[in-house]
């Protein structure tokens, strides 16, 4: 894995969710900044860096899939790249394609497990 610590942008609605998310981030040496939707995010997004996004899919006021085509649609004009990993707890088997056509790098299914993210984090930062 990178041995650098990564600024992770964790857009979560579900208390519960949000803390094992930092937990499981503070024990892989990594940084969290949780926000509850989809507008949240956006509004974190243009005022912080982040190295990696873990977007929740079904979220409040605006889901995941909403608020990573933004994401896209903002990097058209700005030429860069922010890593965006899909959490979902509703898994279906077509999950990981439907997310990769919509622009996200990586897909974790929740319950979230340490070890998977570890090395979804690993994978669509190389």
């Known amino acids: ?3 650098r610590s ?3 942008l964790v857009a979560e609605d579900n208390t519960i ?3 094992l998310a930092i937990a499981m981030l503070t024990a892989l040496g ?3 900044v949780v926000v509850g939707d989809g507008q949240k995010a956006l509004k974190c997004l243009a005022k912080l860096q982040f190295d990696v996004v873990l977007m929740d899919v079904m979220m409040p ?3 995941g899939l909403e608020a990573l085509a933004a994401i896209r649609l903002e990097e058209q004009s700005s030429g860069m790249h922010l890593p965006v990993i ?3 707890a509703h898994v279906e088997p077509g999950d990981r ?3 990769k056509r919509a622009g996200a790098d990586g897909y974790v299914a929740k319950p979230i497990d340490q070890e998977q993210l570890r090395a979804e984090l690993l994978r669509v930062l190389t």
Do not use: P, S, W
Request: no cysteine; charged share 20%.
């Open 1 to 3: 894995m990178t041995h």
């Open 6 to 8: 990564l600024k992770v």
């Open 17 to 19: 969710n949000q803390r």
């Open 30 to 32: 990594h940084t969290g």
């Open 61 to 63: 006021l605006m889901d």
């Open 86 to 88: 899909m959490a979902t």
């Open 97 to 99: 394609a439907r997310f």
